[in-house]
Structures are given as structure tokens and as C-alpha cells.
């Protein structure tokens, strides 16, 4: 059905029906209290009225439950002037680098693993490393020189030796030269923040080119 109609359809039901707001009689509030010491004064005996300490008494917690209710307002209040805040501060992270605190890839016997790897400056020459979980090299790539950026790469599973790699975690390395002929290194799982997008109270950050949530993130710099 397409979307217009949808919207038709809640228009007319909310045009020909009256919507029907049930009152929460769970919690009293302040106003259910004052309206019970009221009652309580108008039903008291003549011969014995209620005494002026308890009327006193019964006074001081209304004002209690009142100070009480308006302080939880406030500070729900405030809670959600933080978090607002917190998530737009987040939008100053903004071409800033966001390091997901890994460089490790799942690979399964037979298919193939796509990984994304950010090089923060030109690539005249490099080449891409596969570790195994000991830290030793099983597979290289070569990197075509390129403009710097994030580029995505496909592992087959095939290892240095010509056999097949097995199922599991292994974990990507880089190293490149710029113009100048700078040695430098990179790995996968470090990429630039390139928007920030909010989602149902959920803060995701965009790196490479997935929206991650905000605490995936381990290091901002």
C-alpha cells in the first residue's frame, strides 16, 4: 500500500472517531492528596475534629511530595538537555578520526572476506598484510597507488603458500609510501568521521561507509 494512502486512511479514522485519553490511576500525585485532606476535612466529626497537629502534619508531606515531584521533573528535564547535548557535541568529531579498536576480520573457509582500509595520505607504493592470531603474515596485497582515502579490498582466503586459509579471525595491516617516499603504516578499523546521523535517541557516526554507533567507538583524535 503506498504511503499516501496509509496517511488517508489515519486522517479519516482520526476524523469520524474521538480519541480516548486514559488517565494513569497507578500513582497519585500531590493534587490526589490534597484532594483526600479536603474530604478528610469535610467528613470529620463535629464532636471530634481532626486535630491541627495532624492537619499539620498531613501538610508537611504535601509539601514534601510536592518539592519531591518537581525536583524528579527537573532533573528529567536536565538529563534530557544533557544527552541532547551530548549528542550534538558529537558533531564536532566531524572529519576527526574515529578508531574502532580493532583491525580484526572473520573469515569462513570458502568465501570472501570485503574490509575497508583508510590511508591517510597518497599511496605511491604498498602493500597489505593478512596476520594470522600469532601476529604472523599469510597473505599479502599489493596497493595500487591512489589518492588518500578509503579503499575496500576482497580476501579470497588464499594464504602466501598457495593453500586455502581456514576459518577464523585474522587481522589486516598496511604499509605504504607517500610522495615523498615516507615510510608509514595503517591498519583496518581506524577511518575519518565523515557525518553524524541520530536515530531514535541513537547516536551513529559514519566511518568508511557504515553508520557505526557512537559507543563502538573506542578513540577520537
Keep these: 500500500m503506498a504511503i499516501n494512502s496509509l496517511g488517508e486512511n489515519l486522517a479519516t479514522a482520526g476524523a469520524t472517531t474521538t480519541s480516548n485519553v486514559v488517565e494513569d490511576k ?4 500531590k493534587d490526589d492528596f490534597m ?15 481532626m486535630d491541627s497537629e495532624k492537619i ?49 576480520i572473520a573469515y569462513d573457509e570458502g568465501a570472501v572476506s570485503t574490509f ?9 607504493a604498498g602493500t597489505l598484510e593478512i596476520l594470522d592470531a600469532n601476529g604472523n603474515s599469510v597473505s599479502t596485497m599489493n596497493v ?8 575496500q579490498f576482497d580476501w579470497t582466503g588464499q594464504l602466501s603458500n598457495g593453500s586455502q ?22 591498519r583496518m578499523g581506524a577511518y575519518p568521521i565523515e557525518s553524524v546521523r541520530f536515530d531514535n535517541g541513537e547516536t551513529l557516526v559514519k566511518v568508511g561507509s557504515a553508520y557505526v554507533p557512537l559507543d563502538q567507538i573506542k578513540e577520537v583524535y
Excluded at 145 to 151: A, D, E, L, R
Excluded at 165 to 186: M, Q, R
Design 116 to 124: 575497508e582500509v583508510y590511508f591517510p595520505e597518497e599511496i605511491t
Design 165 to 186: 586459509a581456514e576459518s577464523g579471525i585474522y587481522y589486516v595491516t598496511a604499509s605504504y609510501s607517500n610522495a615523498a617516499g615516507d615510510p608509514l603504516t595503517t
Design 26 to 29: 497507578t500513582v497519585l500525585g
Design 35 to 49: 484532594k483526600l485532606l479536603l474530604v478528610e476535612l469535610q467528613n470529620q466529626d463535629p464532636t471530634e475534629p
Design 144 to 151: 595500487e597507488p591512489n589518492p588518500s582515502g578509503v579503499y
Design 56 to 104: 499539620l502534619s498531613q501538610t508537611s508531606q504535601l509539601a514534601t511530595l510536592e518539592s519531591a515531584e518537581n525536583t524528579n521533573n527537573a532533573l528529567e528535564d536536565l538529563a534530557a538537555s544533557l544527552g541532547n547535548s551530548q549528542q550534538f557535541s558529537t558533531i564536532s568529531a566531524i572529519g576527526k578520526t574515529a578508531d574502532l579498536g580493532s583491525n580484526a
